[in-house]
């Protein structure tokens, strides 16, 4: 599958595609974005994610509705363009070019970005084996801050956590908040299982509200999994029976170790492996030909 971006309606390969050196989104991270997954060419849960990309937006006063184009019929346009196949988009909205300065007046409009590329392989061992985390020293932006609930393209700290999490061996860093409560992973939820039920950090604790995360939840809940949002600190993740992470690009992912230590006995457990299999079920019910998006689940 070729590479294809499109920006503001125009697809072209990659090295052909370019951004103003004034836009906004270069200037000052001043743009949100999604990550989207297709699967045999068909994006699962899009509306969510276009629904999120929309509060994102709304949450800096980016003016979403003054798009050039309509981003949904992008997205699709795009993937079609490279084929279909398993994709993932990157779709990134910024506020546009406009004079250097806080200032927004001159501003735009918006710059509509849709990236598709093939998905990569998860490496040989994610699933069955595991990866392992870090608990780093990088905090979470606090709420009061940019609120990590805003999936913006400023990850200069979550690129400082996980630049950090790889000095420590790790392939994905936990953070913790100013409050040294759990958060997330540089790009990914987290979840532990603890005497049998599903814990994974709340929003209120500062994190993105991840789709896949809503997807894992609310498939515990149906299928009589106990599962909550709860205030976690670091050793109920180094404690815990399992624990795994979360993204759109990874699926589920066991973690193995934590800080250097098994997590049980560093074995994905079988409340993961219940999970990821109905997960799994789950994309392809939702992706197969002829099912309406996200129709299974909500
Ligand atoms: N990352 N937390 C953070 C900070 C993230 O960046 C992501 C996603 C998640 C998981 O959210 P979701 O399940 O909606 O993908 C949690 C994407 C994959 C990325 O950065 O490309």
Same mark, same amino acid.
């Given at each position: 599958m070729?590479?294809?971006?499109?920006?503001?309606?125009t697809?072209?390969?990659?090295?052909?595609?370019?951004?103003?050196a004034?836009?906004r989104g270069?200037?000052?991270?001043d743009?949100?974005?999604?990550?989207?997954?297709?699967?045999g060419?068909?994006p699962?849960?899009?509306r969510?994610?276009?629904?999120?990309?929309r509060?994102?937006?709304?949450?800096?006063?980016?003016?979403?509705?003054?798009a050039?184009?309509e981003i949904e019929?992008?997205?699709?346009r795009?993937?079609?363009?490279?084929?279909?196949?398993?994709?993932?988009v990157?779709?990134?909205?910024?506020?546009?070019?406009?004079?250097i300065?806080?200032?927004?007046?001159?501003?735009?409009?918006?710059t509509?970005?849709v990236?598709?590329r093939?998905?990569?392989?998860?490496?040989?061992g994610?699933?069955g084996e595991?990866v392992?985390?870090?608990?780093v020293?990088?905090?979470?932006?606090?709420?009061?801050?940019?609120?990590?609930?805003?999936?913006s393209?400023? =990850? *200069? #700290?979550?690129f400082?956590?996980?630049s %950090? &999490?790889?000095?420590?061996?790790? /392939?994905e860093?936990i =953070? *913790? #908040?100013?409050e040294?409560?759990?958060? %997330? &992973?540089a790009?990914?939820?987290v /979840?532990?299982?603890?005497?049998g039920?599903?814990?994974?950090?709340r929003?209120e604790?500062g994190?993105?509200?991840g789709?896949?995360?809503?997807?894992?939840?609310d498939?515990?809940?149906?299928?009589g999994?106990?599962?909550e949002?709860?205030?976690?600190?670091?050793d109920?993740?180094?404690?815990a029976?399992?624990a795994?992470?979360t993204?759109t690009?990874k699926?589920?992912?066991?973690v193995?170790r934590?800080d250097?230590?098994?997590?049980?006995?560093?074995r994905?457990?079988?409340?993961?492996?219940?999970?990821?299999?109905?997960?799994?079920a789950a994309?392809?019910e939702?992706?197969?030909?002829?099912?309406?998006p996200?129709?299974t689940?909500?």
């Amino acid at each position: 599958m070729p590479e294809r971006i499109n920006v503001n309606g125009t697809i072209t390969p990659p090295e052909r595609a370019a951004v103003p050196a004034l836009d906004r989104g270069f200037l000052f991270g001043d743009s949100v974005y999604e990550t989207i997954r297709t699967y045999g060419g068909r994006p699962f849960r899009l509306r969510d994610h276009l629904e999120r990309l929309r509060r994102s937006a709304e949450r800096l006063g980016i003016p979403h509705a003054a798009a050039p184009v309509e981003i949904e019929r992008e997205i699709l346009r795009t993937v079609a363009d490279a084929g279909g196949g398993d994709a993932v988009v990157r779709v990134v909205l910024s506020r546009g070019p406009g004079p250097i300065g806080y200032a927004t007046d001159g501003c735009g409009p918006p710059t509509a970005v849709v990236y598709v590329r093939p998905c990569p392989p998860l490496p040989d061992g994610w699933r069955g084996e595991g990866v392992d985390v870090a608990i780093v020293g990088v905090r979470r932006n606090s709420a009061a801050a940019l609120d990590p609930a805003i999936k913006s393209s400023n =990850l *200069l #700290n979550n690129f400082l956590a996980w630049s %950090e &999490g790889r000095r420590l061996g790790a /392939f994905e860093p936990i =953070l *913790l #908040n100013a409050e040294e409560r759990l958060t %997330e &992973g540089a790009s990914s939820n987290v /979840f532990l299982v603890r005497s049998g039920r599903l814990l994974t950090p709340r929003l209120e604790d500062g994190l993105l509200e991840g789709i896949t995360r809503a997807v894992v939840l609310d498939l515990a809940r149906r299928h009589g999994i106990p599962a909550e949002e709860a205030s976690l600190g670091p050793d109920d993740l180094r404690g815990a029976d399992e624990a795994f992470l979360t993204s759109t690009l990874k699926g589920i992912v066991p973690v193995r170790r934590c800080d250097g230590w098994p997590i049980r006995d560093g074995r994905p457990g079988p409340v993961t492996r219940r999970l990821l299999d109905l997960f799994d079920a789950a994309v392809q019910e939702e992706t197969k030909a002829g099912s309406a998006p996200g129709s299974t689940l909500r």
